[in-house]
């Protein structure tokens, strides 16, 4: 199923704030379509990137930028036109923008982390998360395999993807479950959010946005609120505060899900109301030829 064949609201959804991470824009398995789709159907009073929206890293080897990433930006750039609030927290994909830190264009903020208040009073630190990575921080040279590694997954991801879309499947993430499945990679998330938690925990903060790790995820770890807003090159996810300041994680996958079985009912109910109709036809039919009988 394509992003096109996603059912479009007959108005935007009204929502508080936006989280979105790790979009790598400039790669081939950026869903940017998707991501585009996703942002047009809300009116937010303000979006958090999370880093990493733009892979600097690949673009260093080559420039990959099609049409629909550049209508993310658009897309961007008109809800901030339209009065949203535009916060781009840097990653470390994105690492380049960090000499700009603390620039303001219009609604438009760059930030290496920031600190949201939710309507209902939560202090939260909004932050990409590779400070709290140690292959990151501390074996760059580690971090470029992965990586190289990550990449040829995604391309298997991206084929596998094809095939299912061709006939008639939803999208599903090879990637994250190979990532769920492996024991390393399970050790390191949990490394990570323990790591992020404790930082919070230690600022005083009443829970974390995040992202880094394409591992979407609402849970509470002790007295902190640990919430990662995923990715959109494999799980397309992001996190939704709506008015009364509950914050709700969106997955593609589930959207896709829930889009089909509406159509389907919808559907189930033409079918029945047409069957309705046929039977009504059927015996007024019916009864106009017993009283003609009867004359």
Known sequence: MSSAQLAKPSRKQRVRTLWISDVHLGTKDCQAEHLAQFLKRYQADKVYLVGDIIDGWRLRSGIFWPQAHTNVIRRLLTMSKRGTEVVYVTGNHDEFLRRYSKLILGNIQLVDEAEHITADGRRLLVVHGDQFDVITRYHRWLAFLGDSAYEFTLTLNRWLNHWRRKYGYGYWSLSAYLKHKVKTAVN??????????????????NGVICGHIHHAEIRQMGEVEYMNCGDWVESCTALIEHLDGSIELYRLADDQARQAQIAELERAAAAVAGAAVGVAMASEAASATARETVV
Do not use: L, M, Y
């Open 188 to 205: 390191f998330i949990s490394d990570f959010e323990e790591a992020i938690a404790h930082e919070c925990n230690k600022r005083g903060f």
